[in-house]
């Protein structure tokens, strides 16, 4: 299990602009992608973009078109983008390097790490 540190949250307004990051590892196994996935108070968990170990990008609908996942390899720093930010973009912000976000989907909360909150008013 690997426990991962997202940092850049905030408070924004609606229409505004935040960066997330984190930390991951060098190398990328292939079966495994590193990503980002949120979690709103009474909503379910939700992947919100992935990158593989080819660095091929993954986004959820609610998402594509305005956050930009990439990565940093020399400073193996994964980054998160977010513009246009909504409302409902309110949440949890985690980051994962596990198989499951591959799918979009979060990882076992066993292996959840420290998330950001993100808080967009309108």
């Known amino acids: 299990q690997i426990h991962l540190a997202a940092a850049g949250g905030g408070s924004v307004q609606a229409g505004g602009s935040l960066r997330l990051s984190c930390e991951v590892s060098r190398r990328i196994p292939f079966n495994v992608c590193v990503g980002w996935f949120r979690q709103a108070p009474g909503k379910g968990d939700e992947g919100v973009a992935r990158l593989n170990s080819v660095e091929q990008t993954h986004y959820g609908d609610s998402v594509r078109g305005r956050f930009t996942i990439s990565k940093d390899a020399a400073k193996n720093i994964l980054y998160l983008q977010m513009d246009s930010l909504k409302p409902d973009d309110t949440a949890m912000y985690y980051c994962?390097?596990?198989?499951?976000?591959?799918?979009?989907?979060?990882?076992?909360?066993?292996?959840w790490g420290q998330g950001t909150q993100v808080t967009v008013s309108s």
């Open positions: 994962a390097e596990d198989r499951a976000i591959c799918e979009l989907k979060a990882p076992d909360v066993g292996s």
